[in-house]
């Protein structure tokens, strides 16, 4: 299937695997790559940018194909070294970076100087339309059902992707609620060019994570995840347990006086001891209501050649086939 995004970076298959935390090590973007879709090392993950030149190195080894770096900018007040981090991307010949968090604006000299096609994940037409002028190359629009943070304005996919369409010039791919053929179908219809997976990749062979946590996905429906700290406007949708509940009555007692420190417990330092140990209770992590749609385990080959399948099948002969009726 050739469309923009495959065109702009250079890989088979309109698939992107979005950066996760404490996911998106080389093993898994190297799987994704080498089955066709745009591979994400999720740069933060990666403590230091030495590590992360290690990281990259790694995956290369892996794979011969294209994949990308996750830059998220975080609204901290001790930043990460990010010219450091950009530094140790370009150096590993990385083409493709996947933004995210805060504005790139300050970064896309160093970016666009080295070559490097930037997308950047959006979750409002008025973001996207920002990264289009400020010069990202295409843009990610996750709608409300996205795992992670779905923004504030609650809008679904239904209506934001065809918006982000009547609006953008770049390309720009669908992300949250995508999971097979029937996803990327729905996506393309609405304008997008292409999808961007999380937690369906999560639940693959290759992906670093504990057994428990993938389990977690697959047990899980389209009700079992929750949104937290919405009264700090910083709403996060993350899949339910102990830990999540423990948090939710937090915010109940609290109220708007909820402050970030009241939840700290909760929500800081989780992802290496639920994704690395497996402590499913320890607290949040996000989870995309499309745990719905997950019942399997597959390498990420099977998951994409049958994406792939899926979606020849459906319009080829499923919509190909009601226009002949």
């Not at 001790?78 to 970064?107: D, W």
């Not at 959006?122 to 002028?133: D, G, I, M, P, Y």
């Not at 997976?197 to 693959?204: K, P, V, W």
Request: proline fraction near 5%; hydrophobic fraction near 45%.
């Amino acid at each position: 299937m050739k469309t923009r995004i495959t065109e702009l970076f250079g890989i088979r298959h309109p698939i992107i695997q979005g950066g996760m935390h404490y996911v998106g090590f080389a093993e898994l973007a190297a799987a994704v790559s080498n089955a066709g879709g745009l591979g994400i090392i999720t740069g933060l993950t990666q403590k230091t940018p030495e590590l992360l030149a290690r990281e990259i190195a790694r995956c290369h080894e892996m794979t011969d194909k294209p994949f990308g770096v996750n830059l998220t900018f975080l609204p901290t007040f001790a930043s990460p070294p990010y010219p450091e981090y950009i530094a140790a991307i370009v150096e590993g010949g990385i083409k493709a970076v996947e933004t995210a968090g805060r504005s790139p604006e300050a970064y896309m000299p160093a970016l666009k100087a080295a070559g490097i096609k930037v997308i950047h994940k959006c979750t409002s037409v008025r973001h996207a339309l920002k990264a289009e002028r400020i010069g990202c190359d295409a843009v990610s629009v996750d709608g409300f059902e996205c795992g992670g943070h779905p923004g504030e304005d609650d809008v679904p996919n239904m209506i934001l992707l065809p918006r982000a369409a009547e609006e953008l010039k770049i390309p720009f791919v669908a992300s949250g609620g995508m999971a097979d053929g029937r996803s990327l179908v729905a996506a393309l219809a609405l304008g997008a060019e292409g999808m961007n997976m999380g937690t369906r990749f999560i639940a693959t062979k290759e992906a670093p994570v504990h057994a428990n946590v993938k389990q977690a996905i697959v047990n899980a429906s389209e009700l079992d995840t929750r949104l937290i700290m919405r009264s700090l406007r910083n709403t996060e949708r993350v899949i339910n347990n102990a830990g999540v509940e423990r948090l939710i009555e937090i915010e109940r007692q609290k109220g708007d006086a909820l402050k970030i420190d009241d939840i700290m417990d909760q929500v800081a330092g989780i992802y290496p001891k639920v994704m690395t140990e497996g402590e499913m209770d320890a607290g949040a992590w996000s989870c995309g209501m499309v745990a719905g749609l997950i019942h399997d385990v597959p390498s990420c080959a099977e998951l994409i050649d049958r994406i792939m399948a899926q979606a020849d099948d459906l319009i080829a002969k499923r919509l190909a086939g009601m226009l002949k009726g």
